[in-house]
């Protein structure tokens, strides 16, 4: 299969840890035989450093023509980069927004895996650690409370601020629908997050959750409230498959997956569109801390990858692939400097992608 790539590398370790990914993409082309075209795009920091504005409109026109964008990080040290002295829609962090809105990208795809390799990095008790856990977190981006009508004003001499949570029925079917459509790719449950005793707006997300489940019989689905599910994340999350929630759920809950993982470093993320497109990114920022040393840890961005050809491309075997590599890697002791621990082979984020590369 041929697949046209649309790169943005970005600022700070953005560069170094795409091109790692390159490199793991390029090993699995040639093994499966594939051929990927890469277009490298500009946004961000460098984008504002050559043309004056974080995003431009033929940098969303050709991101739009690709099959799928591959994402580094953007933005740097936000108290010491020029950067951050411009206007706010004029600053890296405005282009990332802009492009997810062009795309139309709605739903926010988040694994959180807890590699036995690295459980001594999960903050939780070992009896619950060792279970392990490997969940995938399915937020929705462009709808609820962070896009509803809001304003602050004084009613009767009092301040009174008010935010609006709105959701359709079409933006929770489409959610939904993508959802379950994973959980075939995976274990086959969904547990639907809400507020249902207290929200009408959850009460319509668990009817139309309901609904859409009808067309996967195969899937189990369950529906918990957002307060439990906060609990359970700590206390059980071996259980969790995929968990499908709306927008500031989501936020929340998917930062407390990510920390139980205890490695920023390892966190991969997709958002996706009603198509097969979507925009593939580590989860972590563009490390200015450690930017331009060779140090960075290249596996979220390489995880992103393989999530890239799971869901944009249908090429679960060669997903797998990656996947496998980088346990293979792991199993054998090498690790970058985030995830370093005693009697482990300290390496360098390009041997990092070299070695799982030599692995796929
Ligand atoms: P950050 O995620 O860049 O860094 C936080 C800490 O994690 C740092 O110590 C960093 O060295 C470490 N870290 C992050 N990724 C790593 C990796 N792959 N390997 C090893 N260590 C890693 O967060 P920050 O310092 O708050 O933000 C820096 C810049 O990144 C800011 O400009 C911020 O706006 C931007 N940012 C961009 C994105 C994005 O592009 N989607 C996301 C978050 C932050």
């Not at 189990?220 to 969790?240: R, W």
């Not at 050809?309 to 293979?328: G, H, P, Q, T, W």
Request: hydrophobic content about 40%; some cysteine.
């Amino acid at each position: 299969m041929n697949k046209n790539i649309a790169v943005i590398k970005g600022d700070g370790i953005g560069p170094e840890i795409v091109t790692e990914a390159m490199k793991v993409l390029d090993k699995t082309a040639e093994k499966f035989g594939h051929s990927f075209a890469y277009e490298q795009l500009l946004m961000g920091g460098c984008s504002i450093d050559v043309n004056g504005v974080p995003l431009t409109d033929e940098t969303i026109e050709k991101a739009k023509a690709a099959d799928a964008v591959l994402m580094g990080s953007i933005g740097g040290n936000t108290s010491t980069s020029p950067w951050y002295k411009l206007p706010a829609d004029k600053r890296p962090e405005a282009g990332l927004l802009k492009l997810r809105k062009s795309l139309g990208l709605f739903a926010n795809l988040r694994p959180a895996v807890l590699y036995s390799q690295l459980r001594g990095a999960c903050p939780l008790k070992e009896e619950i650690s060792a279970k392990g856990f490997d969940m995938m977190i399915m937020r929705e981006l462009t709808g609820g409370l962070y896009f509803g009508a809001r304003k602050t004003e004084e009613v009767d001499g009092v301040m009174t601020a008010v935010d609006t949570l709105s959701y359709n029925e079409n933006e929770i079917r489409r959610i939904a629908v993508r959802a379950f459509d994973i959980a075939m790719k995976r274990r086959k449950k969904v547990i639907s997050v809400d507020k249902a005793n207290v929200l009408d707006s959850s009460r319509l997300w668990r009817k139309i959750v309901n609904e859409v489940a009808e067309s996967y019989p195969e899937v189990t689905v369950e529906h918990m409230l957002v307060d439990n599910c906060a609990m359970q994340l700590v206390k059980d999350p071996a259980q969790f498959d995929v968990i499908l929630t709306e927008n500031m759920f989501g936020d929340i809950l998917s930062d407390e997956a990510s920390m139980i993982t205890g490695s920023i470093g390892m966190l991969a993320s997709a958002s996706l569109n009603e198509t097969k497109f979507g925009l593939y990114e580590p989860s972590g920022g563009s490390a200015p801390d450690i930017a331009g040393q060779n140090k960075a840890n290249p596996i979220a961005t390489i995880l992103s990858a393989a999530m890239m050809l799971r869901y944009s491309f249908d090429m679960d075997k060669e997903a797998d692939a990656i996947e496998n590599a980088v346990s293979a890697v792991l199993n054998e002791g090498y690790r970058t400097g985030d995830i370093m621990s005693e009697g482990m082979k300290l390496v360098s984020c390009s041997e990092m992608g070299t070695l799982i590369a030599e692995r796929v």
